[in-house]
């Protein structure tokens, strides 16, 4: 009753057919350890990866990265993957990495930014520093002399970008909010570089030892009395499905 809606729910959202059942193991593995229902890990990662493409990250790559924000900031799983269908296309579409994306919630939630309110403030970043001829790329361009979409193609990182920005508003004299036309998004970006964005570049850090982090937290949670329990019931539900099988053409 939980494995079936969410197998049919992963194929709706696009998982291949070959590859549906190790998409689940990772997704069921993402809702043990963090605590959330199979059908919202499935929704989460399936997001992540209906926006980069399952050729640029993989199923466990984007629940390791999810587990690795919830271990940095304070936020869970749960929340991450609800929240994650407003930042993760548009990023994509940038070309900044999904580490990034989850490194910089990781921060805002870090500093007490609420999940839905961080995920809808880097939101209104990206959009504003992507758009052409906003406030926000007229900056960036005088910076950095093109747009952070050839920037980030042109091998630099996100938190480089944010960073520049930083260091031009602090040489004019000005704050990062007088850069950007939404205060949403000035927002975002005076958080994840009030510290000149030291913080920011140490958590990006952490994303790029994120693997096993999906395992890690399903071997804790796995090795609990009410995961022990969950077993005992699953098995007893197969052992009685095995014996209808068996006794059905008897009873016919």
């Given at each position: 009753d939980e494995v079936i809606p969410s197998l049919y729910q992963s194929i709706s959202a696009g998982v291949p057919k070959d590859s549906v059942f190790e998409f689940l193991e990772v997704s069921t593995k993402a809702a043990r350890g963090g605590l959330t229902d199979l059908s919202v890990a499935v929704d989460g990662i399936s997001s992540v990866i209906n926006s980069y493409g399952s050729e640029i990250i993989s199923a466990t790559e984007a629940s390791d990265l999810?587990?690795?924000?919830?271990?940095?900031?304070?936020?869970?799983?749960?929340?991450?993957?609800?929240?994650?269908y407003k930042v993760a296309p548009i990023a994509a579409s940038l070309g900044i990495d999904f580490g990034a994306v989850t490194a910089s919630l990781a921060n805002l939630t870090a500093k007490g930014v609420p999940t839905a309110q961080a995920a809808t403030q880097l939101k209104a970043a990206f959009a504003e520093l992507g758009k052409e001829g906003t406030k926000a790329d007229k900056a960036f361009r005088e910076l950095s002399g093109k747009s952070l979409t050839d920037f980030l193609k042109g091998g630099g990182k996100f938190e480089d970008a944010l960073i520049m920005m930083k260091e031009g508003a602090d040489k004019a004299g000005v704050s990062v909010l007088?850069?950007?036309?939404?205060?949403?998004?000035?927002?975002?970006?005076?958080?994840?570089?009030?510290?000149?964005?030291?913080?920011?570049?140490?958590?990006?850090?952490?994303?790029?030892?994120?693997?096993?982090?999906?395992?890690a937290a399903?071997?804790?949670?796995?090795?609990?009395?009410?995961?022990?329990?969950?077993?005992?019931?699953?098995?007893l539900s197969v052992m009685a499905i095995e014996t209808g099988e068996r006794i059905a053409p008897i009873v016919a």
């Open positions: 999810m587990f690795t924000a919830v271990k940095l900031g304070k936020t869970d799983f749960n929340q991450l993957s609800t929240e994650l007088d850069m950007m036309s939404s205060i949403e998004a000035g927002q975002a970006i005076l958080a994840l570089t009030a510290d000149g964005g030291d913080a920011l570049n140490a958590t990006m850090e952490e994303m790029s030892n994120a693997a096993g982090a999906t395992d399903f071997q804790t949670m796995d090795s609990s009395m009410s995961a022990s329990f969950d077993k005992i019931k699953a098995n």
